[in-house]
């Protein structure tokens, strides 16, 4: 992990219409490393997350990728920014009736001149990262659900992005497979140097992964603790955060 930031989130303030969600955040996210966004139910986590991939504009603040900001990129240099990102989504948002190969084809054809060959053997190299190399001809449906998240990451590194965004990648997954999830997350970092920043609840997880985390909370609009994870599990004097931490009621 470098000590170079590669996101950095400068007086953060997001919402809906005229519901204010989250005012003045600020953190950084360093290069390589596996970065958490957790708190409660409501807390944010994942409207923070569509204003950190461009989903939704900023009320105020910027959000810095590499030195470059997201919300005020026009053409093509937008384009340029949203190619060193990939985003994984909770419902891994694979395309039903395209096999996982095509999947991940669609983003090399949207932002590379790359003939239809090349595409595919860039698919299948990313499907055998995550050890799908055998499934590239399967539909989604065909799959099981830890597998389609895999996919999903698969397709979010068709780019070779710095940075990997996943929300709630261990969602609806089965104590083993999470820990498959977690162990490949690990591996491409380890392997690549990719960043990730993950939303999620999922303590264990957490724990197997997390360099550092944030925790948002829903009244103060914001950041209540910012650490290593088992540092704010054992030290962390705020009782929400203990709560939280070691799940008590």
């Known amino acids: 992990m470098s000590e170079e930031s590669v996101i950095e989130v400068q007086d953060l303030s997001a919402g809906y219409g005229e519901t204010v969600i989250l005012e003045n955040v600020n953190f950084t996210v360093k290069r390589g490393e596996i970065f958490g966004i957790l708190g409660g139910s409501g807390c944010g986590k994942s409207t923070l997350l569509k204003h950190l991939i461009g989903l939704l504009p900023l009320r105020g603040g910027k959000v810095l990728i590499d030195g470059r900001e997201l919300a005020t990129a026009h053409g093509e240099e937008r384009q340029k920014i949203l190619r060193h990102i990939g985003v994984g989504y909770q419902s891994s948002a694979l395309f039903g009736s395209m096999t996982l190969a095509e999947n991940i084809t669609l983003p090399l054809e949207e932002f590379t001149d790359l003939p239809a060959a090349a595409r595919e053997a860039i698919a299948w190299t990313k499907l055998k990262l995550v050890s799908l190399e055998n499934y590239g001809g399967h539909l989604p449906a065909e799959i099981s659900g830890g597998m389609q998240k895999r996919a999903a990451i698969a397709r979010a590194m068709a780019l070779d992005p710095a940075v990997l ?83 008590e009621a």
């Open 165 to 247: 965004f996943l929300d709630e990648p261990s969602a609806g997954l089965d104590p083993v497979t999470s820990a498959e999830l977690d162990a490949l997350i690990l591996k491409l970092r380890d392997s690549l140097g990719v960043t990730f920043v993950i939303v999620t609840h999922e303590l264990a997880s957490i724990y197997a992964v997390a360099d550092r985390v944030i925790m948002l909370d829903k009244q103060k609009k914001g950041i209540i603790a910012e650490g290593r994870p088992q540092d704010l599990r054992d030290e962390s004097q705020d009782p929400f955060v203990r709560k939280f931490f070691h799940r």
